[in-house]
């Protein structure tokens, strides 16, 4: 087979489609191969690049292959759709990697090692525990006002409420063995994420760059767990605001003709990486309501001229930036120099 300088893979379950060039940019390899057959097939092949698409099981193959002697480019499936040709199927698509993978300008996705990906599954089982539990208490809410009880909202309200659910004798006997059941799935999800926020606490205490990220305000365990564990190379953000726009913090452009037009935020990257960074922001600044803390003078007179929760997604964004350059710099963070840089933009 002719050298080859870069191959597009499309993955799948059983199917991957393979795309190849050489140094000429001429198509030297198109070939199918099946699951088994993969690292058989990269085995006998020189050390060249080779591109995937970032989706389910891509960190997997990249680390494969990296142990074969291949270079692995990771890209974002948006970056690839462009140079997608009319139709899709399997050889389209590994024709639009490996064209993809050659722009010099390309962002790639940083390849995740397995232990990495194991927390990652932490904080994933986590949100899932989390949505369950919301779903249930939604559910013990809504049946519970049919038979005209209700409770204040926060989870310390529903242990009360199933409570009275159980000692009132004007709810059928059917409705009190069926919210028995929704009481069992409560305590058995309220213990599993306790379980679960332990483990998650403990790995925590053993990152030092986790421990570090809590020193920013608004910035918890949680949040500074999950900074760290969905971001494994910083560095590959040229900027702060590169890491904002990642997590879909910045706001929409739509310039045109010198003039400059900005709308709401983007609402890309990691949905819940960008919620828990607002929640953080968002406590902040009902601690500033209730004159508690030590705010900035930039986020007192951005209150001043915009509402609550705009102004949190804005501090997000601030806390987003902050980590990004902590973690690039391995720098603590010193409060007093926060407030002077925002005392120097105010003036």
Not at 25 to 45: G, N, T
Not at 141 to 170: C, S, V, W
Request: charged content about 25%; hydrophobic content about 45%.
């Amino acid at each position: 087979m002719e050298k080859l300088i870069r191959v597009g893979v499309d993955t799948s379950k059983s199917v991957f489609q393979l795309h190849g060039v050489n140094c000429a940019e001429q198509v030297v390899l198109r070939k199918q191969l099946r699951r088994r057959q993969v690292l058989e097939f990269f085995a006998r092949l020189e050390p060249t690049k080779v591109g995937l698409e970032a989706c389910g099981g891509s960190h997997y193959w990249a680390r494969e292959l990296r142990a074969l002697g291949h270079e692995v480019a990771l890209l974002p499936p948006q970056y690839v759709k462009p140079y997608l040709k009319r139709g899709k199927n399997d050889a389209l698509d590994a024709e639009a990697i490996c064209e993809a993978m050659s722009r010099p300008r390309m962002g790639f996705v940083a390849v995740k090692t397995a232990e990495q990906q194991a927390a990652l599954m932490l904080a994933g089982r986590r949100d899932q525990l989390v949505r369950q539990r919301t779903q249930v208490t939604n559910s013990i809410r809504g049946y519970a006002a049919e038979f005209g009880l209700t409770a204040a909202t926060g989870l310390d309200k529903i242990e009360p409420l199933l409570g009275r659910i159980a000692a009132d004798g004007q709810v059928p006997e059917l409705a009190r063995e069926l919210f028995g059941d929704y009481a069992r799935d409560y305590a058995r999800l309220e213990a599993q994420i306790r379980a679960i926020e332990i483990k998650l606490m403990a790995w925590h205490r053993g990152n030092e760059l986790s421990r570090r990220l809590t020193k920013i305000p608004g910035v918890g365990p949680v949040v500074a767990s999950m900074l760290v564990m969905k971001t494994p190379d910083p560095k590959a953000f040229r900027s702060p605001r590169h890491f904002a726009a990642w997590i879909g913090l910045t706001p929409k452009d739509h310039s045109t003709a010198g003039k400059t037009r900005l709308g709401v935020i983007t609402r890309a990257g990691d949905e819940a990486l960008r919620s828990l960074l607002v929640v953080g922001a968002t406590s902040v600044v009902q601690q500033v309501g209730k004159s508690r803390g030590n705010p900035s003078l930039w986020l007192i007179e951005l209150l001043k001229r915009k509402a609550p929760k705009l102004a949190a997604v804005a501090l997000a964004n601030k806390i987003a930036r902050i980590a990004w350059k902590m973690m690039v710099s391995g720098e603590a963070y010193n409060p007093a120099r926060a407030l002077a840089g925002a005392r120097d933009k105010a003036a």
